[in-house]
């Protein structure tokens, strides 16, 4: 099946610094996806995003298909950033089906 | 977007016994999921929950240890059957709602000793 990597694992900032996480997948997919998972195990939708890049506020997304990644830009962390995010893909005929990756797991200090 | 309800949100349960989870969702959708997150692990996808036909599970798991149900299209429930400590985790069920996008429930925390 499709493998997900997500890095770094692990990110510890002080609040204020920004920073860049990567999700490279290993085969054509429908849909990505990030996920916040809050301290109380909440998954929050960050992005829906297959190709192009969006932006939510401190947030962005930027998706290149074409080289299989996806990065996610947290500009300007807050101590309620901490938490756990998840990239997700649908595979080409997975029927919706997402294969997550291992997640990093951000701290952001205040 | 949708707004999806777990019950219960947590239990503690003895090994042997069975928890039986529901997840009800505000409009009707199509597509269910459900899920198990291991401790410090990432989500894994159990089955999907087929509305008026059995469940399609994923490799590794099996409708005897997690039966489902989907009467409808905003309800199923997901049971952990005979559980052991293997099964602590957190259970998650989801739906597509919008284009083609993925929502999850609040997710139910399960220890077993």
């Known amino acids: 099946g499709i493998q997900v990597e997500q890095s770094p694992p692990d990110l510890i900032l002080q609040e204020g610094a920004n920073s860049t996480l990567r999700c490279n997948f290993s085969?054509?997919?429908?849909?990505l996806q990030w996920f916040h998972q809050n301290p109380w195990g909440q998954l929050i939708n960050l992005f829906y995003?297959?190709?192009g890049t969006k932006q939510n506020g401190r947030l962005s997304a930027t998706t290149v298909a074409t080289e299989r990644y996806s990065l996610l830009y947290i500009s300007s962390s807050q101590t309620t950033d901490s938490g756990v995010y998840f990239c997700?893909?649908?595979?080409?005929?997975?029927?919706?089906?997402?294969?997550f990756g291992g997640g990093t797991r951000l701290m952001v200090k205040p | 977007s949708a707004v999806i309800s777990q019950k219960p949100s947590r239990d503690i349960c003895q090994r042997g016994t069975s928890l039986t989870i529901q997840c009800q969702v505000d409009?009707?959708?199509?597509?269910m999921f459900w899920y198990r997150q291991q401790p410090g692990q990432s989500l894994t996808l159990i089955a999907t929950?087929?509305?008026?036909?059995?469940?399609?599970?994923e490799s590794g798991f099996v409708i005897d240890k997690f039966p489902i149900s989907r009467p409808n299209l905003t309800f199923s429930t997901l049971t952990v059957s005979n559980m052991s400590p293997e099964d602590s985790s957190i259970y998650l069920c989801?739906?597509?709602?919008?284009?083609?996008?993925?929502?999850f429930g609040p997710g139910t925390r399960l220890t077993v000793l």
């Open positions: 989801s739906v597509i709602a919008g284009v083609n996008e993925q929502f």
């Open positions: 085969d054509s997919v429908n849909n």
């Open positions: 995003i297959p190709s």
């Open positions: 997700a893909v649908e595979p080409n005929n997975a029927g919706n089906m997402l294969t």
């Open positions: 409009s009707q959708v199509t597509m």
């Open positions: 929950a087929n509305q008026g036909s059995e469940a399609t599970y």
